[in-house]
């Protein structure tokens, strides 16, 4: 449960940090919105403001990630399957039943197909057999 807060917190602060970067001019002066030059809108009163903020919602950031990653390290054990290299199986497979090739042949193939295969019997259209040999357009 307080993984999830955290996680939305996290996220909450990303935004805002993101929407607070994007507001401030790229060199450095704030929003540039008039207003007296003393007030919290003005050219030098924002980019502090902005500045400050920044400064925070990053810290808050970092801080934030450290605490989930040591939040979803927690309750894990750092156990390493080595089954594969034992050679071991992990679980008992199940036991399938394994196909039987047919009794009288061990090719799947029917003995028209085998003739084909074997150039015995070329099918209709086709170029005599040979080693380059391609089937005659129809």
């Known amino acids: 449960m307080l993984f999830q807060f955290l996680l939305v917190v996290h996220a909450i602060i990303a935004a805002l940090l ?6 401030q001019k790229s060199e450095g002066g704030g929003l540039g919105m008039g207003g007296s030059p003393s007030g919290l ?10 500045t400050r903020a920044t400064t925070v919602l990053a810290t808050l950031f970092v801080a934030l990630s450290i605490g989930l ?3 979803a390290a927690r309750g894990h054990t750092a156990k390493i399957d080595t089954t594969l290299a034992t050679g071991k199986p992990a679980a008992p497979a199940a036991q399938l039943p394994v196909p039987q090739a047919p009794a009288d042949d061990a090719a799947p193939f029917s003995s028209a197909a085998r003739q084909a295969i074997g150039n ?3 099918p209709a259209g ?4 040979g080693n380059n040999s391609v089937p005659l357009a129809q």
Do not use: C, K, N, T
């Not at 086709?126 to 057999?129: E, G, Q, S, Y």
């Open 126 to 129: 086709a170029a005599p057999a």
């Open 69 to 71: 990653a040591v939040l």
């Open 41 to 50: 809108m003005s050219a030098r009163g924002a980019a502090d403001f902005l």
């Open 18 to 23: 993101v929407g607070v970067i994007l507001v």
């Open 120 to 122: 015995d019997a070329a």
